[in-house]
């Protein structure tokens, strides 16, 4: 959701209808458009922030975070806590466009840093290891259910779902606001077909390991 009205905020262009910081226009409230979709990415940035230290919070307490999980918390907190910096300096500089290319960036590395926080936390490094069921083929022709989600497994969701939400964001950016919903629902649909599609490729082409 950050990532999207981030991109609502570049792609209306709103990223200089608020001057000053942490208030837009010396007002909690701003008057206009493009500054409420301003200020708007401003308190979910807050949000996240706060769900943020909160899950850091739940890492440090888990009895069985792993050490690497609990490292990488940090990394995490830094990079949330760079983003958030750079968001500020760049509206009291006046938004030069190295620090608007920054904020970017360091957008991207959070978006990333937390990806991997996901991955340690469900895949600890110490505890890395798949394991395969054997099952009777004839068990997923009886139960239909069970097909239907090994086909989805198949399509790797989570990757699909990066990926689509990246592409959202770019058509915001390019369409210099929200495209046509019947745009968006066609490209999401066949993102997520070309997606799932190549990923269950992959997947038979990997099926050896």
Same mark, same amino acid.
């Given at each position: 959701?950050?990532?999207?009205? #981030?991109?609502?905020?570049?792609? *209306?262009?709103?990223?200089?209808? &608020?001057?000053?910081?942490?208030? &837009? /226009? /010396? =007002?909690?409230?701003?008057? #206009?458009?493009?500054?409420?979709?301003?200020?708007?990415?401003?308190?979910?940035?807050?949000?996240?922030?706060?769900?943020?230290?909160?899950?850091?919070?739940?890492?440090?307490?888990?009895?069985? !975070?792993?050490?690497?999980?609990?490292?990488?918390?940090?990394?995490?907190? @830094?990079?949330? !806590?760079?983003?958030?910096?750079?968001?500020?300096?760049?509206?009291? +500089?006046? $938004?030069?466009?190295?620090?608007?290319?920054?904020?970017?960036?360091?957008? *991207?590395?959070?978006?990333?840093?937390?990806?991997?926080?996901?991955?340690? @936390?469900? $895949?600890?490094? +110490? =505890? $890395?290891? $798949?394991?395969?069921?054997?099952t009777d083929p004839q068990s997923a022709i009886r139960n239909p259910q *069970?097909?239907?989600?090994?086909?989805?497994?198949?399509?790797?969701?989570?990757?699909?779902?990066?990926?689509?939400?990246?592409?959202? @964001?770019?058509?915001?950016?390019? @369409?210099?606001?929200?495209?046509?919903? +019947?745009?968006?629902?066609?490209?999401?649909?066949? #993102?997520?077909?070309?997606?799932? #599609?190549? *990923?269950?490729? /992959?997947?038979?082409? =990997?099926?050896?390991i």
């Amino acid at each position: 959701g950050l990532i999207l009205v #981030g991109a609502v905020v570049a792609g *209306s262009g709103a990223t200089a209808a &608020c001057v000053g910081w942490p208030l &837009c /226009n /010396n =007002d909690l409230l701003p008057v #206009g458009t493009l500054a409420q979709i301003h200020m708007a990415h401003r308190v979910i940035a807050a949000g996240v922030g706060l769900y943020v230290l909160w899950t850091a919070g739940q890492v440090w307490r888990a009895p069985q !975070a792993t050490p690497a999980l609990k490292r990488w918390t940090w990394v995490v907190l @830094a990079l949330f !806590a760079a983003q958030v910096w750079v968001g500020a300096e760049k509206v009291v +500089s006046m $938004f030069p466009p190295l620090l608007l290319g920054l904020h970017i960036a360091v957008a *991207s590395l959070v978006w990333g840093a937390m990806v991997v926080w996901v991955m340690l @936390a469900y $895949f600890p490094i +110490s =505890d $890395f290891r $798949f394991q395969i069921e054997e099952t009777d083929p004839q068990s997923a022709i009886r139960n239909p259910q *069970s097909s239907v989600r090994d086909y989805l497994a198949l399509t790797k969701p989570i990757i699909m779902l990066l990926l689509l939400m990246t592409t959202l @964001a770019a058509m915001v950016v390019a @369409a210099r606001g929200v495209p046509p919903l +019947s745009l968006i629902a066609m490209t999401m649909l066949g #993102g997520a077909l070309a997606s799932g #599609g190549a *990923s269950a490729l /992959n997947q038979y082409l =990997d099926r050896d390991i």
